[in-house]
């Protein structure tokens, strides 16, 4: 009897939530899913949904644009996540070790992370503008003659971006990775320099392996979060110059909302998803070679 | 002759050079801000002055208003939409998390760890899968190019749920106990005991969800295209796809879009800190 009434307090609590995951979440998955097997145009009516198998992923295979976004996108979460978790570890242990001012820099290196994407896309694109830019202007003020073209050039263009994504997110791992720091014990460094130890052997030895699972936790949401660049593409590049800045979550954006190809899109989306979830799955049984288990 | 140099001495002449590298480290993270800010206030052909003028030579605060009254694209308006979106947004999504939380911490009912672990998965879905399925409802919800379409996907966030779920275990059982013998309802409970105590968790929801809002791109772009209900984000794009070459004026636009964020960061940064900080080291 009172467990009966539990259960209707915790439904009754939970009922806005359960109504959101509904009608939020799980519609949107499922109906995706029957999307990525099916013709439409997103404008005409539900009656209009045309079911043809597996036809948009034979379609996916010969499309130039899309096999260059997956390759495009893949060099980018090359670039972007080694380069966010080696300035996280790097600059978290120098801030936690060996600066005096420990909150300022706190501060500066956190800042770019919660500014507007689409402000800090602007203030990019200006400084790095290939003829009249401060970037290249001081390149050129210190004896380099002809410096990259940066957004405008086929081969630099992927690059900006992503230095402008190591710019705004490393601040993250650094915040992660000096409260992980405060959590290891400072008695184990005591006890390494008692045995002689240098500074770097305790880098090596103590904090790299007892910072390992909160390395891992980065490495795994920034990957997830990286494959999914969108924002500063369609800002700066529109996919260009070229092909060489076409990542994958734009090429579903114009299918889908330029080009209303909807189900062209949600097949895309969903191949999107399922190397998102094999590279998860794969992180997941690596870590046991490498992550420190407590 | 041989100096010995009294160890500690050595640390603390160590510690100032380290300081002194990262400081120039940490302008490099402040440099595009503060042109930002400078250009900001420059004329239109002394943007790209070299050697790059920090302060301008003549203060243009017409650049402000011309961009915070602009006829065709209004600042003033997308700012007070971006405010009011953020404001429903975190107000509904701290309603629904804050009583999600209570059942999965207070109350025992069936199939209560289920549920749980199904919120969580939904975390892992890419955030564009949504998009065409939305699109697809709010048309027949008749909410497409309203706010709406913005706000409502905002009440229903995991992340929020799942932090304060976690703060409300951390709530002793005695406090509540106490309350229920005093014939408090749960929804007393939830509003006086454990609300009050959640402060510090709601904070922190607060100010991310706020940054998220306010930084949002994707769903302003796919959802609005009325310029009457332009967020700060699509006023700023529509400017730069306008004409990409007033860049004093972009950039008063860029630093009106930055300055509420940075301010917020700088009042609350305990709160920042302390989300980012538990859910990176605890997840």
């Known amino acids: ?294 | 002759m041989n100096v010995s140099i009294k160890p500690q001495t050595k640390t603390l002449l160590l510690r100032s050079v380290v300081t002194a590298i990262m400081f120039v480290a940490s302008l490099l993270m402040l440099v595009p801000f503060i042109w930002m800010l400078s250009t900001s206030f420059k004329g239109s052909t002394e943007v790209f002055n070299f050697p790059i003028e920090w302060i301008p030579k003549q203060f243009y605060f017409k650049n402000y208003s011309h961009v915070w009254l602009n006829e065709h694209y209004p600042f003033y308006h997308f700012f007070g939409n971006s405010i009011y979106i953020a404001l429903m947004a975190l107000l509904g999504q701290i309603i629904v998390s804050a009583t999600a939380a209570y059942a999965f911490a207070k109350v025992n009912f069936r199939f209560k760890n289920i549920i749980f672990v199904l919120y969580l998965s939904t975390m892992m879905i890419p955030r564009q899968a949504t998009l065409v399925p939305y699109f697809a409802l709010f048309r027949v919800l008749k909410i497409y190019n309203t706010h709406w379409a913005l706000i409502l996907p905002a009440w229903v966030n995991m992340t929020s749920i799942f932090l304060l779920r976690q703060f409300f275990l951390s709530i002793p059982e005695e406090l509540s106990e106490s309350a229920k013998l005093d014939g408090a309802s749960h929804f007393r409970i939830l509003l006086q005991i454990i609300m009050p105590l959640a402060m510090p968790a709601v904070s922190t929801l607060v100010v991310l969800g706020f940054v998220s809002v306010w930084n949002d791109y994707a769903n302003p772009l796919v959802f609005i295209t009325k310029r009457d209900l332009y967020t700060i984000t699509l006023g700023i794009a529509a400017y730069i796809e306008d004409d990409m070459t007033l860049y004093n004026l972009i950039m008063v636009a860029a630093t009106c879009a930055i300055a509420p964020i940075v301010i917020v960061y700088l009042c609350c940064q305990k709160y920042f800190i302390q989300g980012i900080a538990t859910t990176g080291v605890k997840g």
């Open chain 1, 1 to 294: 009897m009172l467990q009966k009434r539990e259960n209707w307090i915790g439904y009754a609590f939970l009922l806005p939530s359960l109504i959101g995951f509904i009608v939020l979440k799980l519609y949107p998955v499922l109906f995706s899913l029957f999307l990525s097997f099916c013709e439409w145009d997103l404008i005409s009516g539900w009656d209009k949904i045309k079911f043809i198998g597996i036809q948009n992923f034979i379609n996916m295979l010969d499309d130039r644009y899309v096999v260059s976004s997956f390759s495009n996108t893949l060099r980018y979460v090359l670039m972007v996540v080694p380069g966010q978790l080696v300035i996280g570890i790097v600059v978290a242990v120098i801030l936690e070790k060996c600066v005096f001012f420990k909150r300022y820099f706190r501060t500066t290196f956190f800042m770019p992370y919660i500014a507007n994407t689409v402000a800090v896309s602007v203030v990019w694109m200006a400084m790095f503008h290939p003829s009249m830019g401060p970037v290249n202007s001081i390149l050129k003020a210190i004896g380099i003659a002809e410096p990259p073209g940066w957004l405008s050039s086929r081969d630099w263009a992927l690059v900006t971006i992503a230095l402008m994504s190591i710019w705004t997110g490393s601040g993250y791992n650094i915040v992660v990775n000096m409260a992980a720091l405060q959590g290891i014990p400072s008695e184990l460094y005591e006890a390494a320099k008692i045995d002689g130890a240098s500074g770097f052997q305790s880098f090596r030895h103590i904090t790299i392996p007892l910072l390992s699972p909160t390395t891992f936790f980065l490495m795994l949401i920034k990957i997830i979060g990286t494959f999914q660049v969108f924002g500063p593409v369609k800002l700066m590049t529109k996919g260009g110059p070229g092909r060489a800045t076409m990542v994958i979550v734009y090429e579903i954006y114009r299918e889908a909302f330029q080009y209303y190809k909807i189900g062209y899109a949600s097949a895309q989306t969903l191949v999107l998803f399922v190397i998102i979830m094999l590279v998860t799955l794969v992180q997941m049984k690596l870590q046991k070679k490498w992550v420190y288990q407590y």
